[in-house]
């Protein structure tokens, strides 16, 4: 049956259901993840596990051999659990957190609506709900190695008229301490690749969402240098969404690891650090106050806060009233952010 | 006429006018000051002009003598302006700011409604508005010597209809990284005295009002030790309310200063101060998340982010999974943290 569906079953039924390389057992017992494969939550929940696990290995691969991720398996009382894999002042990586987290239950609906980004109305106060997803971020120790945040999720709810509704969110974005043009191009083309394979309109609507989404509007700047952004995305059957989602989550790797590898072991200054410490202050402003994942996370009763705030950086810094020289890579920068541009 | 009003004009009239002792001109011209000697909005912003001198040059005893306060007078397009005040890298200060600023003009609804905590409903969309208040915010290098904040302000708003509304707000609360219980009851007593001067229900009251206002719920820990908070206060003549605004504002000094005395030559070693920035990403937490304060002032249009986000520690630090050891000064802080108590 599954081979003859032509779709990522396939997968699934063969590679796939072999767990023994993930960080940690599936969130939902093998037995039901097994009988309920062709369902959309279980595809989701092994992707996210694979991507998880990838991901954690290539980041290894260029950490110190010694250094490996603490991986904690987690479960949550209102339903579902999680994994959540971090390094922490690691040679690379200062901060590296990957977490995977499958959770279902009622949830208000102020909650609901505050995850859909324009949404349908969504009908009854308190709401079934699941909600599958990978959500990572990585401060590099080297101030020439870019941050990179990623997140892919899946949602569903069940109105009171016994309605469901479904769809996908994520995105991918970088956020470097120093211009590297060459790179930010990688970075961008090979995102527009993973989006160019489903729909040639996806990578410009869903770029320009994430220069739109990720602003600190205080401050009137960017976090980063973007990268794509969507959220409520349901236009097409389950089925092909799916596959862009696992395109999108599948290009984190090419995207980001060429970059690291590239810079870990570049000469730094005191102060460039000192500016990479800066730049960070503002990644945790963006974050608190901003950023609908966690502000959802911060006001959902029984989230896991540590997964959620493990996006923060390991140190951060602000300082009254700094603003950088004329004519430095520190201006160069802060100029793009100020006014995202087009990279491709 | 202000000698026989028994009030505080009397100052006012005699040594408030010398200006020459605050930090800066104040925000509105002299000229104006003298003649509306006796409009509240004249009384606040003379009083928070020179709580801020008083307040700076009592800090500047316990700080290296070559390291002073920078003082950023600034106007605001859409009216008013302020005098921001800031040590940053003392010897006993890591940041010290003290801003005081004096605002009018037109503020959409939900803009006013975010700045009272219950509030009456106000009749109106955009109105008319003037707001005075001084904010600060202490970061010492020692980890024994606690973070204070306090902030005092005066609203007025004028609805619709004309009337006229009018209110205090304000509160100083301590946070410390190490307790010292005789250290938290000198400052609760000394905010105590302030209050008892005018009802003895006031510290009570605004006692537990401060350890609700200031708790990071995401952790269900408070940020600090407490003190006092309040809002909307406008129960008495609007003069009995000022006269309590002042005797707290004149408190800060005599509840703090002594600690900073006390302790600013302590030794400490770098796990302290490693506590000390973790208490600081704290700080970053609740101010970020929470603070209404500070969300009102990101999204303020023309609002002067420095002096707003100026309450920011210059480091701060998280760690995926810290707690502190059974038993530990670090432990025993954060048990009191999650149960505040009775100090007097």
Not at 46 to 54: G, R, S, T
Not at 87 to 101: D, H, L, M, P, R
Not at 163 to 183: R, S
Request: a negative charge; one cysteine or more; hydrophobic letters at 35%.
């Amino acid at each position: 049956v599954a081979a003859a569906s032509g779709n990522t079953n396939v997968d699934v039924l063969t590679s796939s259901f072999d767990v023994s390389s993930f960080m940690a057992e599936p969130v939902t017992p093998l037995s039901t993840l097994v009988k309920d494969k062709d369902d959309m939550k279980v595809k989701m929940e092994m992707l996210i596990m694979k991507i998880q696990a990838d991901f954690c290995r290539a980041l290894e691969n260029e950490e110190d051999p010694s250094k490996k991720f603490i991986v904690d398996r987690w479960t949550r009382a209102e339903g579902g659990g999680g994994v959540t894999c971090v390094i922490q002042n690691g040679k690379t990586f200062e901060k590296a957190g990957v977490n995977v987290s499958v959770v279902h239950g009622i949830l208000p609906v102020d909650a609901v609506r505050q995850m859909k980004a324009r949404g349908k109305e969504l009908i009854g106060k308190e709401l079934p709900f699941f909600a599958a997803g990978i959500s990572s971020v990585i401060h590099p120790s080297n101030p020439h190695v870019p941050t990179v945040h990623f997140n892919y999720r899946y949602f569903e709810v069940t109105q009171e008229n016994g309605e469901k509704m479904w769809w996908f969110g994520g995105g991918t974005d970088l956020t470097p301490y120093y211009l590297v043009e060459e790179d930010v191009r990688h970075f961008h083309s090979t995102l527009k690749n993973a989006c160019d394979q489903h729909d040639a309109g996806y990578y410009p609507k869903f770029k320009k969402w994430c220069d739109e989404y990720f602003l600190v509007s205080h401050r009137n700047e960017c976090r980063g240098v973007g990268g794509i952004f969507f959220d409520d995305f349901e236009m097409h059957s389950q089925e092909d969404c799916f596959k862009f989602v696992k395109s999108c989550a599948e290009s984190v790797i090419p995207s980001y690891v060429p970059l690291v590898k590239k810079h870990r072991n570049d000469p730094y200054t005191s102060a460039e650090r000192d500016w990479q410490l800066l730049r960070r202050g503002r990644y945790v402003e963006f974050n608190l106050v901003y950023d609908r994942g966690t502000k959802f996370g911060l006001y959902t009763p029984g989230a896991r806060i540590e997964s959620i705030l493990m996006s923060l950086p390991v140190y951060a810094k602000w300082e009254y009233m700094h603003s950088p020289s004329d004519g430095t890579p520190e201006a160069k920068l802060t100029e793009i952010l100020k006014n995202p541009k087009e990279w491709i």
